[in-house]
């Protein structure tokens, strides 16, 4: 949903507001009525990169010349945007728990199929051994 701008006539006081094109005309409330001047503001792009922006990246090499190339390249190189140290230390973590997850899942696999390819006389004697 786009963000207006509203503007109070009686004490001057400026407010944005978040509301659905169809109710772009449901202003805030400033000094007991409704604003009554809404004001175009300019909105929020994000342009791609100039040509003089263009880089070459230091996973994979290639010349990084717009937003789409460089999602690309980050996806290929298994990166992604530094997004300060609390947020790189709780990943780190998680990528950790997923790491372990998945290694006790195959280590339980490992013992399951060993398990299953055991002789019976072997169960029996394993089972005897831990009781």
Not at 27 to 38: L, M, N, S
Request: charged content about 30%.
């Amino acid at each position: 949903m786009p963000i207006y701008e509203a503007v109070c006539l009686k004490c001057g006081k400026y407010h944005d507001y978040i509301r659905s094109v169809s109710q772009c005309m449901d202003t805030p409330e400033c000094c007991g009525q409704k604003t009554d001047k809404r004001i175009l503001s300019k909105p929020m792009a994000r342009m791609d990169m100039q040509p003089w922006d263009a880089y070459e990246s230091p996973a994979t090499g290639r010349v990084i010349t717009s937003y789409a190339e460089r999602r690309e390249d980050m996806k290929a190189a298994g990166c992604r945007d530094w997004e300060g140290m609390e947020s790189e230390k709780h990943n780190a973590t998680r990528q950790k728990q997923y790491q372990e997850a998945e290694e006790d899942k195959q280590l339980d696999s490992a013992v399951r199929q060993a398990w299953a390819n055991l002789s019976p006389s072997k169960k029996a004697q394993a089972l005897a051994e831990a009781s």
